[in-house]
């Protein structure tokens, strides 16, 4: 017998899916297609999985040398491989890689259980109720994804429990998945007030072998729902019924290196391969996936109202010129202190947004002009305040460096600070209300395990008065005594170059809003601005997701962008600038002669990246995948190959 496998490794230079090894007598009643054995791939001794079974004999092949005889690919997750492989142009044993478990040298011993489900403890409102009961409909007969539409607080969560009750009633498994790490322990919290400690967390921070026994408990049925961001979704299901991915609308669930997998999309395959229900959910979903609920190949679910009729947030925009006008160069303007205020009277809570971490977003010389960059990736190196003094810091690469007293380039001792970051804002809250309890809540302030626990614990409890924080506080955070959002600046996204830059303005204003007002009190929006005509900001100031959508698919159809068509864009990284031009310009005749259009090439926006130069072009394509790029791809390895990329930058 003769299994063709595919290595679990990527395969430079070769065109070949799959490799011939010897199933020796012994094994060959344990083998099967979707078996994941051990052979020898050069010197070294890897996994890989079976894709076919022949029943003849072949000289001087290599033998299998073991079989795991517990676990195995079903015939569901093999098709998904082959859709990864084509789609994201990466080997077949890459794509298949994604759903094998952790290695592990004594995995252990796997033993069935009983799964407890505690009585329902959810009320539905008629309006959830509607959409319940159209989802369940669904869930019984799977025939493509349904996009659930809510705005924020309009009690999506509460319909994700009912239908993960309903499946597992059903006797089928949940995956549930969630953008960021950060954003679990909420969520995890709902569903194990509801099915007790009968759910699988999966996430990066986990030890191997506590994501062995995760992926264990999954596969074998143990526990019927596992929650966690991406990787979650790569549990193989026997028995799955329903997948939920929450804020579908999130850049996360794009894998960030090979194979570069969009959650949403394997999704679809997953679901359709296994005859499961895909369940979104947004308040404001991607341009891309509300084009397919008017296309009809999604259906649309609505909840055009907050839980019990509660009132959305009003929204105040304020221009920052006029502000500068009346003489008032605070990051805070005049409306947004005494909102501020009452906040403080009323012994509520207030949450502030910028996306943009430090005191100061760059340091430049005003004799010279000349800006301090990272040596690593030539990009403006952010300025920061400790406790014991200031520093420099990269927030790509993390180089750090203290703040020069000279510049470096004329050697002049007037270095100014430009720009304002999310430490500025709780110093200047500091200043201005000395007795508020501040907290800080960014990538660095929560970093540890349990961090983001303890700050969500805090916020309940009002040991907080006011929250200043980047985009971990603009999703997932539903607390009742927050009545006033700021948005610092609505500016920071809005003109990068870049054609999602007007949809991610609009989601992360909306987004951020829709935290304040929750339960007994409206709440209220300041949202500053130097563009306050800009529709995207318009639109968010009255969570008005169509109205934004309208004018945006518009501009997506003049200007030929998703989704319209396919992007892919491949990006040369190299060390030598030179080289790394010189690839991207001999790709780029190639793709030339094979009769595709194309913009570029060019530099990126991050010219420079972890100490490498950075040159990309990008390619429009009507239809995806494309056998003429694969074919290009297969003999020119060297570069980023990136589809439906979620940023050009």
Known sequence: MIAEVAPEIRVFGSKIALFSYLVPE???????????????????KIRGIVFELKEETMDNLKTITAVNENISLEKAYLETARWISSYYLCSLGEAASLFLPPEMKRPRKVVGQAIKIKPNNVTLADDQEKVYLELLS???????????????????????????KKTIEDGKQVIILV????????????????FGDEIAIMHSGLSLSEKYACYT?????????????RSALLIPSQRLGLIIIDEEQEDAYKQDHNPRYHSVDLAKEI??????LLLLGSATPRVETYYETEKGEMDLSELKE????????????IDLKEEHRKGNYSIFSESLVKELREVMDNKKQALLFLNRRGMSTFISCRDCGEVLLCPNCQI??????????GYLNCHHCDYKSPVPSRCPECQSTKIKFFGTGIEKVIAELNTLFPKARTFRADSASLQRKGDYELFDKMLRNHEIDIVAGTQIVAKGLDIDNIDMVGVVSADTSLHLPHFRANEKTFQIITQVSGRSGRKASTGKTIIQSYWPENSSIQFASNHDYKGFFKLEIEERKKFHYPPFVHILRIVSEDKDKKKASEKINILTDIIKKAGYGLLGPGPCFYQKLYNKYRFHVIIKLDRWPDNQIAKIKAE???????IDPVSLL
């Open 26 to 44: 012994e094994m060959k009643t344990k083998i099967r297609l979707g078996s994941i054995v051990l052979i020898s791939f050069g010197k070294r």
């Open 138 to 164: 669904k869930l019984k007969n799977p025939q493509k994804p349904s996009l659930l539409l809510g705005v924020t607080g309009s009690g999506k969560t509460e319909i994700y429990l009912e239908l993960t």
């Open 179 to 194: 953008p960021e790490i950060m954003l679990t322990p909420q969520t995890l919290s709902r569903f194990q007030s509801m």
């Open 217 to 229: 408990d999954f596969y074998f049925g143990n526990k019927k729902i596992v929650v966690g961001p």
């Open 271 to 276: 679901a359709k391969n296994t005859h499961s």
């Open 306 to 317: 907050r839980f019990n009729s509660e009132s959305l947030p009003k929204a105040q925009i």
């Open 380 to 389: 403006s190196l952010a300025y920061h305040l400790d406790e014991k003094n």
């Open 636 to 642: 020119n390895d060297g570069f980023v190959w990136d």
